[in-house]
């Protein structure tokens, strides 16, 4: 991406993820009464954009090809940032099926038609700021930020998401990062709601009074104000955070959330911000934990985890800090007979597993002389039960998320530890 104070260009595939964060568009044409610029709530089945309307609008044109164009945009005034995405295509397309996350209309009244877009061509352009706004009183900075890559907490002042705030600022006191702190409206939310119990405005506005709190409180915790952003975003909780986290060191969020119009990070978003983003997640909750405890790693004795090892020994806020490395194992037993395993069979596999976890930890450690003191362990038993153990005994639990094919998510085990941890998690990915 360019640097601040340059507009940049988007590819097709980056004009599709934004396309997919938002819910609301405009779609322009030349009818036979001259152009018409209409809003419409939409959802995508691949290149496809999809709406509806009823036979009465003018948008029923579209059930038969047209050239049309389709534009997306989200743009904040405060700090002259956001994107802007048109595209190109023919509508009448056929829609087998809505898509699964396709919005109610806004406009009251029923609207049996189905219109599809076939895109064929995406152009986008996103603006970032001259320089990154400052939060309180909108100073600036002397000069544009040019130290680590910044935090990214997404926020909605719940309990949970307090103690992700809380957890980032001394992250990003310590290691003087920028911190950027996001409320996202989930639009599922908003728009279903549209002229009944919450209105955009009414939304907008609460959520700068919230970000306006958090980001006293990050200064409060040694945050300088000048490394503290904040950005309002109506859409999908994982599109959104996904997008922003391109460029960042790690993602903060809590485990849950509050109901209604702050709901947004439930238990489905963190595990698909688990699948999606490609730095670091902390998932952080309200259970108190040992905070100056040692830092506890679960490693795979068959390989994976090896990343999250590697992570937790090179990140400079656990230097001093003692580290447990945790395999947990179980002994072969025959998937037909289910037979009982035996005292030998456990000692035997815990061996073996100890065998393994020694050689990968030698591995990573030659790579970091100066680390922190490193205590092996192997565990027999259920991995979820075991990590969920060691996760009451340390501060914070780092290990090796893999992304499943065809599910596209994290596996059982990081599921799991999303759940039960009694402490932040760090999922890594390999």
Known sequence: MAQYGHLTTLDADECRLLLGTRRFGRVGWNSASGVQILPVSYGMVGDTIVFRTMAASPLAELVRPVEVSFQVDDLDDETTTGWSILVHGMSGAPVEQLPANMPAPWAPGDRPLVIGIAADHFAGVRSRPTEPPELKE???????????????????????????????????????????????????????????????????????????????????????????????????????????????????????????????????????????????????????????????????????????????????????????????????????????????????AVRQTGASQASLVAKVAVRHPGASSIEAEVRYGSPIDELASLSEQVSVLVLEASVRFPTYSVGSVARGMLTYASCPVVLVKS
């Open 138 to 348: 909108h100073h600036v900075m002397a000069k544009p930020y040019a130290g680590p890559p910044p935090i990214l907490v997404g926020y909605d002042a719940s309990d949970d998401a307090v103690q992700a705030l809380e957890y980032a600022a001394r992250v990003a006191a310590a290691t003087k990062t920028l911190l950027q702190v996001v409320f996202v409206a989930d639009d599922t939310v908003v728009n279903s709601a549209w002229g009944v119990v919450f209105d955009a405005s009414s939304v907008q506005s609460t959520a700068r009074r919230l970000l306006g709190e958090a980001a006293g409180v990050a200064h409060s915790l040694g945050v300088a104000k000048k490394r503290i952003q904040t950005k309002v975003a109506v859409g999908t909780p994982v599109g959104v955070l996904t997008q922003l986290s391109q460029n960042c060191s790690m993602v903060v969020v809590g485990r849950r959330a509050n109901s209604g119009v702050s709901r947004q990070f439930s238990g489905s978003t963190t595990v698909g911000l688990a699948a999606s983003v490609r730095c670091p997640l902390v998932v952080v909750s309200d259970t108190a934990t040992h905070i100056d405890g040692p830092i506890g790693v679960a490693l795979d004795a068959s390989g994976p985890g090896l990343a999250a090892l590697d992570w937790a020994l090179s990140n400079p806020l656990f230097t001093g800090r003692p580290v447990r490395v945790v395999s947990v194992c179980r002994a072969p037993q025959s998937r037909i007979f289910r037979s009982s395993v035996s005292q030998e069979q456990i000692d035997e």
